[in-house]
Structure formats: C-alpha cells, structure tokens
C-alpha cells in the first residue's frame, strides 16, 4: 500500500477534505501543517503566535517552523505505518528538507497529489467555508453543509470561519502559491511521484479517483 503521502495544491483546492477522507480509510494520520499552527496558536504558544501573524496575513511561515512542526509529528508512534501530508511541503528548501529527512530514517515518498482547481473557483470555496473547532473538518455552507448547522458531523464540535477566508486574503495566499509552491510540481514529476488529479467536480468524484491512485501497483 502507498502509505507516505503529499497533497500538493493551492488554497481551497480541497487538500483537507481529500486527505481526511483518505486518512481514515488508510488508518494513517493526516498532518496538515496548517491545522498544527491554528492548534499551537489556539494554544497561545510563543511558535503559534509568531505563526499567526504570518497566517493571518497569507504569507508563508518561515521553513525552518514548519519543517520542525513536521519532523517532530512524524516521529510519532501512530505515524509509523505512514501519514498523508497536507500542505506540507509548500517551499523547495521544504521539500529538500523532507527528502533529508525521509533519507536518514531510510524511507521514501511514494506518492504525491497534485489537487488542481482554477483560481476563479476557489474564493467561492474558501469564503463559505466552516472549520470544525474540536477535529478540524472542513464543511461549506452551500457545497459541503453539516447535517445541523455549526455543529461538527462527526465530533458535534463548533464550525468557525478562518481568520485567513476572506476575500482578500485569499488573494494573497493564491500569489503565494503560484510563486512559492507550484514549483513543487516541477520537482516531484522529475522524481517520478506526482500524479495529477481534477478537483473541480463532486468531492465522491475526486475521492473515487484518489483511490485509484493510492491502489495502483497495490499487491
Ligand atoms: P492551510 O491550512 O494549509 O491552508 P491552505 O493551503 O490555504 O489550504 P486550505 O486549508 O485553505 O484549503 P484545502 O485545500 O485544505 O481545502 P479544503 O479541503 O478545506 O495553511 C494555512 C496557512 O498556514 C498558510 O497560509 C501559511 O501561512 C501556513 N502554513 C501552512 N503550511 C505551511 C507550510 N508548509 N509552510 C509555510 N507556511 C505554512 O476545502 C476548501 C472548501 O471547499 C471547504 O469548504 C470544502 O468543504 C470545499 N470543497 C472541497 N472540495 C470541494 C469540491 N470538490 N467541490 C466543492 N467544494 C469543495
Ligand atoms: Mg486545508
């Protein structure tokens, strides 16, 4: 089974809904990079609080935060079978750092998604977007509702809106990720990990082609 994953993929792409999904069918964890910073800055931590004040303008927090939020989460007992990484690498030097990391423990990627949506879509997404305060699902008020409005489907927690979901914002984190990210496309194909999926459709459509992806090569 392909166990060590990346979902690659501009704000709003659907990288948390997917890889939630995905998570729970593998039994691997999900680690977005972005739901540790929102918990360390929930938190009040010295690290969270630095870490807000780049989110909350769009920008990207330093490499060196975030590689060390990662390294430390990966080395967790339940990620030893594997985890899905989500929005995490989003710089070159992350990914190097990454592929360091993965060489010393002698393990290896073997997989990465590229979530691709057109930007015209993505501020429709992202401004109707709820978070789950206790487990961080996603949910969307008209593409995604939950069963009872502001309350979590799957842990009865509260739905709050993201500091970062309005339109400007959005805007900010889209430039961010043309120029920072979008060059990690580049980088995995050349390594032969990066497959392509259209995320635009229903979200049963994408998973179904996701699945196809993780089970190819399966024995
Ligand atoms: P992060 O939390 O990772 O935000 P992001 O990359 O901007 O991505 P999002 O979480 O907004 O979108 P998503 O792709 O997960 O979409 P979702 O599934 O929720 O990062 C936030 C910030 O933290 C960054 O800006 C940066 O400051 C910092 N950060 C994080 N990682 C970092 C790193 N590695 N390095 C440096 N800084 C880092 O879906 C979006 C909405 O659309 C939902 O409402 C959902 O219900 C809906 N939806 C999903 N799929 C569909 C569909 N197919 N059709 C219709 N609606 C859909
Ligand atoms: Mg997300």
Not at 172 to 180: A, D, N, S, T
């Amino acid at each position: 089974m392909k166990s060590r994953l990346i979902f690659l993929g501009g704000p709003g792409a659907g990288k948390g809904t997917q890889a939630q999904r995905l998570a729970e069918k593998l039994g691997i964890p999900q680690v977005s990079t972005g739901d540790l910073l929102r918990e360390a800055a929930a938190q009040g931590t010295e690290l969270g609080l630095a870490a807000k004040t780049f989110m909350d303008k769009g920008a990207l927090v330093p490499d060196k935060v975030v590689v060390g939020l990662v390294q430390q989460r990966v080395a967790q007992d339940d990620c030893r079978k594997g985890w899905i990484l989500d929005g995490f690498p989003r710089t070159l030097p992350q990914a190097q750092e990454l592929d360091e990391t993965l060489k010393a423990v002698g393990q290896r990627l073997d997989l990465v998604i590229e979530v691709n949506v057109p930007d015209s879509v993505i501020v429709k997404r992202l401004t109707g977007r709820r978070i789950c305060r206790g487990c961080s699902a996603p949910y969307h008020v008209e593409f995604a509702p939950a069963k009872v409005a502001d309350k979590c489907d799957k842990c009865g927690g509260e739905l709050y809106q993201r500091a970062d979901d309005n339109e400007k914002t959005v805007q900010e984190r889209l430039e961010v990720y043309h120029k920072q990210t979008e060059p990690l496309i580049g980088y995995y194909r050349n390594q032969g990990l990066l497959k392509q999926v259209d995320a635009t459709g229903p979200i049963d459509g994408i998973f179904r082609q996701i699945e196809d992806l993780v089970a190819v090569g399966q024995t």
